[in-house]
Each structure stands twice: as C-alpha cells, then as structure tokens.
T-cell receptor, first 116, second 109 residues
C-alpha cells in the first residue's frame, strides 16, 4: 500500500465547522475509493471516483458530505457542518487505471476526525 | 445479516501456533481481499483472491467459490502478527468493497 497519501492524519473540528480530507493516490492510479470506520465498527464504503467523475456514491450520507477527484490534484472528501457522529477514521484507497473487479486496492494511512 | 461474516471475532494464541481465520459471504463476488489493520490504524492489503490459494511468507489464503468461503492461515505465529484481520469482498455487481467486522488476533510470547 505504499504511495497513497492522506492528510491531515488527525483533524479536530468543532460542531458546525467544515472538514476537508485529502487523498493523493498511488502515482498513475486514477480510481479512488473513500471508506469510513466509525468507533468500534467495521469499514463502510462511501464513494468511488475516477478522475473528474463520481462513479458510485451510494455509501455517502445524503447531506453535508461531498467528494471530488479533479483532473489535477488530490481527491477531497468534504464534510460540512460536522456533528459528533462524524467522528471516525476515514480511509482512502486507490487502484490502477483499469479499475477491473480484480484490481488490488491500496489503502492510505487514514485521517482520524474528531468532532468536539 | 451481514453479507460478509468473519469468525472468530477475537482470537488469542501462543507464539508459534497455527492460526486460522474464516470468512463467509452470501453474495456473488468478483474478488475477495484480506486486509490487516494494526493498532496504529493503518490498513495493509495482504491478499486479493478470485480463486484457489495464495501464499506469502507465513500467510496463506484460500477461497472456495462454490461454498462462498475463504480462510486466512498464519503459520508459526508471532506477536508482531497481532492485529485486526479484515475480509472484504468486491461484488460482481459493482466496484465497492463490503467488509466483515474483523477478527482481533493477539499472539502472546
């Protein structure tokens, strides 16, 4: 999983603020996935993006959450008006350009969001 | 009922023991992943399987597509193997990974 970068590694926000989480995939990978791990729970899929396109956002909460993966730069997961229930570890993963069902996903170190 | 079930939830072993963690799934899949999450929280992809068996060092992963079951084996376990092991499947109908709840493994010296 070397190569997937996430920042910040730890993020503290007060209720009502915005949180921006960044993910730089492995060089050459054009498929990015975001997953959330709530405290004491398993990982859950949030969104799957290719460059400039959202492919599957069926795991994203309908409000306050958005994601993008621009042509240039990292993928961004944005949470507006954070609430305490948003406190979790957010992991990004990337896979190679083919994006076939059998591609390995390489995980980043995660961003741990704490909402006070 | 979860689409991916792991057992056991917790496993404690003595150094040197042979470890088996099981994963069963109830949906059609294109691939199954075994992941390792260390206490610091980082996730490492150990294996991706679509059939048969793979081996890497002391780790062996097998999958039986007909029975919808996979196992992760660790031979000659070591305290540094202590981690959460997570089974994840990629459904044939999409791109998302669906995860099991994980197995917390503790290997005592």
């Amino acid at each position: 999983n070397a190569g997937v970068m996430q920042n910040p590694r730890h993020l503290v926000r007060r209720r009502g603020q915005e949180a921006r989480l960044r993910c730089s995939p492995v060089k050459g990978h054009s498929h990015v996935y975001w997953y959330r791990q709530l405290p004491e729970e398993g990982l859950k899929f949030m969104v799957y993006l290719q460059k400039e396109n959202i492919i599957d956002e069926s795991g994203m909460p309908k409000e306050r959450f958005s994601a993008e993966f621009p042509k240039e730069g990292p993928s961004i997961l944005r949470i507006q008006q954070v609430v305490r229930g948003d406190s979790a570890a957010y992991f990004c993963a990337s896979s190679p350009v083919t994006g076939l069902g059998t591609d390995t996903q390489y995980f980043g170190p995660g961003t741990r969001l704490t909402v006070l | 009922k979860n689409e991916v079930e792991q057992s056991p939830q917790n496993l404690t072993a003595q150094e040197g023991e042979f470890i088996t963690i099981n994963c069963s799934y109830s949906v059609g899949i294109s691939a199954l992943h075994w992941l390792q999450q260390h206490p610091g929280g980082g996730i490492v992809s150990l294996f991706m399987l679509s059939s048969g068996k793979k081996k890497h060092g002391r780790l062996i992963a097998t999958i039986n597509i007909q029975e919808k079951h996979s196992s992760l084996h660790i031979t000659a376990s070591h305290p540094r193997d202590s981690a959460v092991y997570i089974c994840a499947v990629r459904l044939t109908s999409g791109s998302r990974l669906t995860f099991g709840e994980g197995t917390q493994l503790t290997v005592n010296p």
